[in-house]
Nanobody
Framework: QVQLLESGGGLVQAGGSLRLSCAAS????????MGWFRQAPGKEREFVAT?????????DYADSVKGRFTISRDNAKNTVYLQMNSLKPEDTAVYYC??????????WGQGTQVTVSS
């Protein structure tokens, strides 16, 4: 089992920045990748970014956040981060940390609210 705990959400004005953190515990040695998803009210959960635990820490981003968000990791702390710059009101959502031990994400955090005001 893997447990994930997000932090760092809050209220920010458009154009501002936030950094989200996700601390993993449990059987973290089995993790292949960690990532971030988000879900706005009335919408489906969508992919934001992912980073591999190994293989050079390769990353991938949704087109909507590319160039503004940066995902990074600290394997020694079993923690991943999401640096969010140039935030837009459409970025408002609950952000979820996720972890994969296979080819699909199977562990999820409780979510942290990000609200971007105009």
């Amino acid at each position: 089992q893997v447990q994930l705990l997000e932090s760092g959400g809050g209220l920010v004005q458009a154009g501002g920045s936030l950094r989200l953190s996700c601390a993993a515990s449990g059987r973290t040695f089995s993790l292949r990748a960690m990532g971030w998803f988000r879900q706005a009210p009335g919408k489906e959960r969508e992919f934001v970014a992912t980073i591999s635990r190994w293989s050079g820490g390769s990353t991938d981003y949704a087109d909507s956040v590319k160039g503004r968000f940066t995902i990074s990791r600290d394997n020694a702390k079993n923690t991943v981060y999401l640096q969010m710059n140039s935030l837009k009101p459409e970025d408002t959502a609950v952000y979820y940390c996720a972890a994969a031990v296979s080819r699909e994400y199977s562990y999820w955090g409780q979510g942290t609210q990000v609200t971007v005001s105009s």
